[in-house]
């Protein structure tokens, strides 16, 4: 897998106008979109949606404590954030 700590569970997921391959295993849900972009915008809420649609969080027990965004380096390369942000909490 691309990650050890993941295991893949679907492919090409649509969540709030983006395209994710979705991992899970644990408490960990990771969002990797499947094509490259040099940005994105979107609420997390889909996201958390289809979170507890699959039964891994509940709606009503289950608190936000943090929002990791970055680069997930897969192949070589050169990355570089310029800015980046979250808003509407």
Same mark, same amino acid.
Request: hydrophobic share 40%; proline share 2%.
């Given at each position: 897998?691309?990650?050890?700590?993941?295991?893949?569970?679907?492919?090409?997921?649509? &969540?709030?106008?983006? *395209?994710?391959?979705?991992?899970?295993?644990?408490?960990?849900?990771?969002?990797?979109? *499947?094509?490259?972009?040099?940005?994105?915008?979107? *609420?997390?809420?889909?996201?958390?949606?289809?979170?507890?649609?699959?039964?891994?969080?509940?709606?009503?027990?289950?608190? &936000?404590?943090?929002?990791?965004?970055?680069?997930?380096?897969?192949?070589?390369?050169?990355? @570089?954030? *310029?800015?980046?942000?979250? @808003?509407? &909490?």
């Amino acid at each position: 897998t691309l990650f050890p700590y993941t295991t893949l569970f679907r492919s090409n997921v649509s &969540l709030g106008g983006a *395209t994710f391959n979705v991992y899970h295993r644990d408490n960990v849900m990771s969002f990797l979109l *499947t094509s490259k972009s040099n940005s994105i915008n979107f *609420t997390i809420k889909p996201l958390a949606d289809y979170c507890v649609s699959m039964g891994w969080i509940s709606s009503s027990s289950v608190y &936000l404590i943090s929002i990791e965004a970055g680069w997930e380096i897969i192949k070589g390369g050169n990355y @570089t954030t *310029t800015a980046y942000g979250i @808003t509407g &909490l």
